[in-house]
């Protein structure tokens, strides 16, 4: 992935944001549950009310708390506390209060003002171990002298005066033991009894609760929205940063690969090229618009989850422990399994891609050959290769799955039981238990995540290691560093001086020792046995190879100082066979000159013989091209192959082997038009045919890569044996003459 990394310089932005906007979600995500456990715990269980110290106490209840306070913690208390006293507030404040607290009108009542946070805090926990005091010392009382039934004021009178009659160890005792209690169990305690004390004060408890569970609520419901807000900014940062790379990687990859010579197509191959381009890109995307989410979003939440967990319960952190190894040990077991599978996944893509675009593209001969059987068990083998390497791994992930869901099971139930325990011995709370179930399994799930990028980082780091090798490997023809250019009036001369060349690897040359001049407003024709060079010494020519010794000139300069996009816009090169690309007939002719009128379009056409179907058609110029020029016949792509190179007008024509397709009389009509569009230009024929060359001006014959034979037709069938063979096998005498 190192060697993309430019790629993703520019999405920088995106990718710092989705990191920023993970974090806010996991934030929330990790209090959602805390939030939860709120509404069961203070919500449901404790109505509404969380305060150990009451906001307002009456004097007999302040009296009776205070006498299961230790010395400081009396001292604490009083401190906190002051009279609600009618002179010392308004009239609406007194009426706002007496409505709140209706019992404090007619009754001495105390209210809750801490100086400062500490004070405050050491109230709530003086008032949590007096709560619990009590609650120790009341235990062993009578129903009606404990105030279990009601609390209210004469209950808690009758208490003032059995604990005034009580020995102080017995209430020492109580002190001593609530001291020694965790701080939660206190809490609990104490709410209750402040419930009691907001009762006998006639306070509308059940507006309390309400009133906490939709305030709670409301903060559930606003995260829950924030939660989606970041989770469709994370999915649009994360989408611009994978698509926006992986549109630059097709792009690069595109204009790379166009520059290619054979060399370098038959280093990768078109299938692997295709495939390299497409899947392996859409490889790598995943990585950067799910794989980069998974690894920054996974951590956050799994340390979040095991803080938040341990803060809930930090006696069960072993259950946490006993998940994380078991859930490392599954994920461990099947990648080791799955991934030497996933390594070679693209190679089979590959595979399955070149099967399939051979049979395509040779549909025609394996059915002329009968071969359909055949290349079916090819494309089979090919296609089971890939499916079974798909289903092992696909299996192995599937078979994961469910034993992931056993293990988040089996940890929920292993919490529930022994949460319960601790419920019952009151060492934690029912909400407490869920919101550990809850960060459990956001823990659990950060460990599934992070297993799903161990599949992803593998994948695309062999993608990414595909794509640089696209990337990195650059055409063996390039323009020079120090370039050349053409007179503004290019003339078209065409020189050869003493040209080898060998192919990428081969030990002999395929041409030696090639000299000639292809003059403006002459014919150069080319003929030879079959792989004597001819198609290789054109493609010499646009600089499709370079030679390997020697040069080539063009009006005097060496074709290798030239840019080679000046070089090819002096050049009208029409291949072998005719290839159309998908449009119509105007379109594939205005890729000679994407500027040229229909007059100028039409005219061209008319050279190459084209307008002979062009003019039957309902559509005419403006009729379909489908893929590759399949709707028409090879003649047909022929001639309007040749029709486009006309339209751009260049100073040099290239026929390689181009009429071999038509027709003799079509073949030649189109040589006799040929002459009006091609007479100030140097023109050179590849030819198989004497019939389609020997009016030429300069027929220069190749066997083995060498030339044996150059002069005109007359000339060579005097002096050139090899020449004079192939006239007499294709023509007769009365021809030849």
Not at 75 to 89: F, R
Not at 140 to 156: C, F, R, V, W
Not at 487 to 496: H, S
């Amino acid at each position: 992935m190192t060697k993309l990394k430019k790629y993703v310089k520019p999405y920088l932005g995106f990718a710092l944001a989705m990191v920023i906007l993970l974090f806010c979600q996991s934030v929330v995500d990790l209090n959602l549950p805390k939030l939860m456990s709120d509404i069961v715990n203070v919500g449901i269980q404790q109505g509404g009310i969380n305060e150990a110290a009451p906001e307002v106490i009456s004097a007999p209840a302040l009296e009776l708390m205070e006498r299961f306070m230790s010395t400081d913690d009396r001292a604490a208390a009083e401190s906190c506390y002051v009279k609600a006293d009618k002179a010392d507030m308004d009239e609406d404040a007194w009426e706002s209060f007496t409505r709140r607290w209706p019992a404090a009108a007619e009754s001495e009542t105390f209210k809750f003002e801490p100086t400062d946070n500490d004070a405050e805090a050491q109230t709530e926990l003086a008032f949590s171990r007096a709560a619990y005091a009590l609650m120790e010392f009341s235990k062993n009382l009578p129903a009606e002298s404990s105030g279990k039934n009601a609390m209210n004021e004469e209950s808690i009178l009758k208490l003032l005066a059995v604990v005034d009659s009580m020995p102080q160890e017995k209430i020492d005792e109580a002190v001593n033991t609530a001291a020694s209690m965790p701080e939660s169990v206190l809490n609990q305690t104490a709410v209750i009894l402040t419930k009691g004390f907001y009762t006998q004060l006639g306070a509308d408890t059940g507006a309390m609760q309400t009133s906490y569970i939709l305030k709670v609520g409301g903060k559930m419901l606003l995260m829950t929205l924030l939660l989606a807000c970041f989770a469709i900014g994370v999915g649009f940062c994360s989408s611009k940063l994978g698509t926006g790379v992986a549109r630059d990687l097709r792009r690069d990859i595109f204009a790379n690969v166009s520059g290619f010579t054979n060399n370098e197509y038959d280093k990768f191959g078109t299938a692997s090229l295709i495939t390299r381009s497409t899947n392996d890109i859409m490889q790598v995307r995943g990585l950067l618009s799910m794989g980069l989410r998974t690894m920054f979003y996974a951590p956050i939440i799994g340390i979040g989850g095991t803080i938040m967990a341990l803060s809930k319960s930090p006696s069960m952190a072993w259950i946490i422990a006993l998940a994380g190894i078991l859930i490392f040990g599954i994920i461990f077991v099947m990648f080791t399994v799955a991934m030497p599978k996933f390594k070679i996944m693209q190679k089979l893509v590959d595979k399955l891609n070149l099967v399939s675009r051979e049979n395509l593209s040779g549909m025609m001969v394996i059915r002329a050959f009968a071969n359909q059987e055949f290349e079916e068990e090819r494309f089979d083998k090919a296609n089971k290769a890939l499916a079974d390497n798909n289903l092992f791994v696909y299996r192995a992930m599937a078979t994961m799955m469910p034993v992931m869901m056993f293990v988040m099971n089996a940890v929920s139930l292993l919490i529930v039981w022994v949460g319960g325990h601790q419920i019952a011995e009151a060492t934690m709370q029912v909400g407490d238990m869920m919101a550990f179930i809850q960060y459990t399994m956001q823990i659990i799930m950060s460990f599934l995540m992070i297993s799903m990028v161990f599949v992803m980082v593998p994948r695309a780091a062999v993608s990414a290691n595909r794509i640089a090798e696209v990337l990195e490997c650059h055409s063996s023809v390039e323009d020079a560093e120090e370039t050349e250019h053409l007179p503004e009036d290019v003339k078209g001369v065409i020189e050869f001086k003493d040209v080898s060349f060998h192919y990428e690897g081969a030990g002999e040359n395929v041409l030696e020792h090639i000299s000639f001049t292809a003059r403006p407003g002459e014919t150069t024709a080319f003929i030879g046995s079959t792989g004597s060079g001819k198609s290789t010494l054109v493609n010499l020519i646009p600089r499709f190879y370079d030679v390997s010794s020697g040069s080539i000139c063009l009006d005097g300069v060496d074709i290798r100082k030239l840019p080679q996009k000046e070089l090819r816009a002096n050049i009208g090169y029409v291949p072998q066979s005719g290839v159309l690309f998908s449009g119509d007939i105007r379109s594939n002719l205005r890729y000679g000159d994407e500027n040229a009128d229909d007059e100028s379009l039409y005219k061209a056409a008319e050279v190459a013989q084209a307008t002979e179907f062009i003019d039957k058609l309902p559509d005419g110029l403006s009729t379909a091209i489908s893929q590759g020029g399949t709707n028409v016949s090879g003649g047909q792509r022929q001639r309007l192959s040749i029709a486009r190179a006309l339209v751009k007008k260049a100073p040099v024509y290239i026929f390689d082997d181009t009429f071999s397709a038509l027709d003799f009389k079509t073949d030649a009509k189109l040589r006799q038009a040929l002459k009006s569009c091609t007479e100030n230009a140097a023109t050179l024929i590849v030819a198989q045919r004497v019939s389609t060359i020997m009016h030429a001006q300069q027929i220069i014959v190749l066997d083995e890569g060498r030339i044996v034979g150059i002069g005109t037709h007359k000339e060579l069938l005097e002096n050139c044996k090899e020449y004079r063979e192939i006239a007499e096998s294709q023509l007769s005498k009365e021809e030849l003459a």
